[in-house]
């Protein structure tokens, strides 16, 4: 191949919730352009060599998550994939009652679906109230119950294993959300733990695609009209090169997936002290009990966009969770679920080290410009006296 | 005029309300109070969130679209960062 057929991945890349294809699976990704581009569902030649390579995708995809190819699914996002999971647990249950139990830091699309109505509350690390959590699944019409492994934006874990011992003695069944840890965090999901699996193959440095898992013999079903793709979850098959691509993202960050997590954990814990020593800042989540590679903090007196912009200016890029960034009207309903600061947030998502070469430096660089670029946001926002 | 100060935030945004009151607390006793007056969502977190890092009291009194918030003023607590929320 002449090169590879994507620009370098930037450096000064702290944002990686989307980060770049691992460079292998972008080369997969060409590749699949030229031999897998037909709908799997063709009977002519191209189309039965989609499916073929697909069904192989997904046999890697499926023991990425722990299950059978004949248990998943791929879906054209990791949120289609959660909605679609919930969804179908809901129906299949819609004779014991409407209610989804839920905590307050899930992501909004679940929070958003129908039937959740009063999320679990979270400590100030983000971590659910088990206690908080036992009592909701206890009510007489739950039709299902929701968890993350870990918060994608503040990192902390959640007590998985527990909840999935408590949701099982309600028999209530019990959907788990990996999109923020499958393939960094080697401690997601418990064995045979969740009734209904979710990730997203971006997690792990492949495209966007979402995953979802649902365990044979768990009651699951859509209303009608019944759709026609991926185990009846779907409208469409999914567009095959982007399946080779994750599984091929896959297999690559497996291979030296327990170096890459102890990496990204000193790493991590470098900002977490650097971020600490600037006066009036609060690292946000868990220290320890974390996702290796996300910390989150918040700096008092400074706006959120503009400490984006600083950075930036200095080539590092984060991301926030401030309302007073991008487009958002609210701010994160996670950092306000825990009761910490919302306003100057910051957030680090660590690409892979396979597809960030840079990673060292930048967060090096990140912790000696951060207290000098605070000091410089202070000044122009006149809160430095403060 | 004896009643505490009020600072009115109304119609700004994060992290504005939070810096007024910073800025009208400052240089005040403790046991002093202090009255935000602030319509924006984030300072639902964000108040009670500077309160606790800064050893004050904060209650809340909702409104007709609007929030009053009543600080009573901590010791002075020396500017450090803090490692770890739960603290």
Redesign the interface.
Known sequence: MARPPFDPPGTGLLDAARGPLHPVAGRTLEAGLAAAWADPGGLHPPGRRARALLDTAREVLADALGVRPAELSLHPSAQGALEVGLAGLRHARRRTGPTVVAGAAERSVLLLAPGVQDPVPV???GRVDTTAYAAALAGDQVAAAVLQTANGEVGTRQPVAHVAALAAARDVPLLLDATASLGRDLHGIPDGAGSVLVADAASFGGPPLGLLAVRTGTRWGLPRPRREAEQGREHAAPWVPLALAAAEAWRQTAVDAAAEERTARALVDRV??A?????????????DDRLPHVVTF?V????GEVLLEELARRGLFVASG???TSSA???SHV??A???????NVRVTLPLGSVSPTRDDDVDRLCRELPDAVAAVRRR?G?DD? | MNGPPVVDARGT???VP??RL??AA?GLPSGSTVVLLAD???A???V???A??KGHEVTLLQDDGWTEFRVLLGEPRT????????T
């Open positions: 400590d100030r690390t977490r002290r971020a600490a020593a600037v006066p009036d800042v609060e690292v946000v989540g868990d220290a918040s008092l007196y400074a706006d401030s309302a007073c009207l609210r701010p950092l306000a825990m009761g910490v600061l919302t306003h100057g926002l809160t403060l | 945004r994060c992290p939070v810096i910073a800025r400052r924006d969502d984030a639902w977190s964000d009670p969130a500077w606790r890092m500017e450090r960062g803090h490692a770890d929320s739960s």
